[in-house]
């Protein structure tokens, strides 16, 4: 994630109260899977946020102006939005994400990679 300057206060008045701290406190928890600024589109964005169903967000990222949506129920200016947001405006968060991404990146491939797993079947035991 690049290094953004970001007007918090004036993203924030886009976004009703609680739903800008609900994604903040979605951010602080650690529900930001990925944020990543997209190839070759400079100020546009996806996210993934949420668990264990994360929600898929798409955005255009201005310095005190959000335009986007998001797989979620509200589609527009959600908590998903405001919790990607906040991990972009917070360089600690968004090394977070950054490692998070890159360690369940590795995980899919060494998955990918191994053998399947040979199940054990273990003897029954007798009830007393």
């Keep these: 994630m690049s290094k953004l300057e970001l007007d918090l206060d004036a993203l924030a008045r886009q976004f ?15 529900a930001v899977v990925s944020c990543v ?18 929600r898929t967000v798409e955005f255009q990222l201005a310095r005190a102006a959000v335009h986007g949506q998001c797989t979620c ?12 947001l906040h991990t972009l405006a917070d360089e600690d968060l968004a090394r ?14 060494a998955e990918a990679e191994s053998p399947p797993a040979v199940p054990r079947i ?4 007798p009830v007393p």
């Design 73 to 84: 129920e509200q589609r527009y200016d959600c908590r998903h939005l405001a919790a990607a």
């Design 122 to 125: 273990l003897p029954r035991l």
């Design 16 to 30: 009703e109260p609680d739903v800008w701290r609900r994604g903040l406190a979605d951010a602080r928890a650690g």
């Design 96 to 109: 977070e994400v950054a490692a998070r991404k890159a360690m369940l990146d590795w995980l899919e491939t």
């Design 37 to 54: 600024e997209a190839e070759g589109m400079r100020g546009w964005y996806t996210a993934k946020v949420g668990d264990p169903r994360p």
